[in-house]
């Protein structure tokens, strides 16, 4: 049973910057960030293999950076330049053998 395990959400204004951090109770070759607004599906934000390869949606590139710390099972999400549409609660992702894992969701919110 893997956990994940994250901090770092909160209340930040427009244009300001947030790290979310998300540390897996065992090593996971890809781990990712998702998010949800009420109503909508959960969307993939960002991705990254052990080996450091990243992916990301296109509302984010050049704002958002994903990162990850091997050898403490860590993965980070460095989120600057936050617009309010960024807001919604942001969930760690990770998959081992075929089973999906998700953490507990952390809120971000972006208002003046």
């Known amino acids: 049973q893997v956990q994940l395990l994250e901090s770092g959400g909160g209340l930040v204004q427009p244009g300001g910057s947030l790290r979310l951090s998300c540390a897996a109770s065992g090593s996971m070759y890809y781990m990712a960030w998702y998010r949800q607004t009420p109503g909508k599906q959960r969307e993939l934000v960002a991705g990254?293999?052990?080996?450091?390869?990243?992916n990301y949606v296109d509302s984010v590139k050049g704002r958002f950076t994903i990162s990850r710390d091997n050898a403490n099972n860590t993965v980070y999400l460095q989120m600057n330049s936050l617009k309010p549409e960024d807001t919604a609660v942001y969930y760690c992702?990770?998959?081992?053998?075929?089973?999906?894992?998700w953490g507990q969701g952390t809120q971000v919110t972006v208002s003046s």
């Open positions: 992702y990770s998959i081992r053998l075929g089973i999906n894992y």
């Open positions: 990254i293999t052990s080996a450091g390869r990243t």
